[in-house]
């Protein structure tokens, strides 16, 4: 019996020192296994759509379609009566408002269409909807320590993230349940989250979950202000 009850405390303790030891590498590939156990991401080709609602304006809903292996976005928003349509296919780009095409620069000024914003949404929601596959990125500069949080009464393993000065000066956790390794919060500070940029950013909370081509996504992400816990809307995925 005392054999068995000092082997019970072997095999516990070792549990115990791998998870207390984990890299963050290690963290990473992981969550990655849960969330993309094909590794569909780098050739995603497939559409869903985004409904954001917040309390300060009627809800906009999103139709996306991204094809990585093409090099092909699209983001049709639709929000009361206006539809903007962003399109990148490689090289090229094209707007359109209320189905128009043919837009004044004029027109464009005033409804803030242009390719450049075209690319930041794309940038956008592929980042976002690549994670944590993403943070596999050239650029991304992981601490390797993996850190043991608790937000919200929920202890989570912990990958801090920055970037090379040409991506982004913005500082980055990510918060995995340490049982599964799913995903379940990301935040960010603008610099330095223990310094001058601790009143800045914001933190995203991650329910529910919906698969697409194989890839488990966050369904619901509720957006907050660090500073003060400001609920400032919802995002909701769906399927198209």
């Avoid at 909370?205 to 081509?213: A, D, P, Y």
């Amino acid at each position: 019996m005392k054999k068995f009850l000092l082997l019970v405390v072997l095999v516990l303790s070792s549990h115990i020192i791998i998870a207390q030891q984990i890299t963050a590498d290690q963290l990473l590939e992981k969550a990655i296994q849960y969330h993309d156990p094909n590794n569909t991401w780098p050739q995603f080709n497939g559409q869903f759509t985004v409904t954001m609602e917040t309390h300060s304006n009627s809800k906009r809903l999103s139709k996306i379609y991204i094809n990585l292996s093409e090099e092909y976005f699209r983001v049709q928003a639709t929000r009361d009566t206006i539809v903007t349509d962003y399109t990148l296919n490689k090289e090229d780009c094209s707007l359109t408002l209320n189905g128009a095409s043919n837009l004044s620069e004029e027109t464009l000024k005033a409804n803030n269409m242009s390719c450049e914003r075209a690319e930041m949404y794309k940038n956008y929601y592929t980042y976002l909807y690549g994670l944590p596959m993403k943070l596999k990125n050239p650029g991304t500069i992981l601490d390797p320590t993996v850190e043991k949080k608790t937000f919200k009464g929920k202890e989570y393993l912990v990958l801090k993230a920055t970037y090379d000065e040409a991506i982004g000066s913005d500082v980055w956790f990510f918060y995995f349940d340490p049982n599964t390794y799913a995903m379940e919060i990301y935040q960010f500070f603008k610099g330095d989250p223990n310094g001058k940029g601790k009143d800045t950013g914001e933190y995203i909370l991650l329910t529910e979950e919906i698969v697409i081509n194989n890839i488990r996504f966050p369904k619901n992400r509720a957006w907050y202000y660090n500073k003060d816990d400001t609920y400032l809307g919802t995002d909701f995925l769906n399927k198209m």
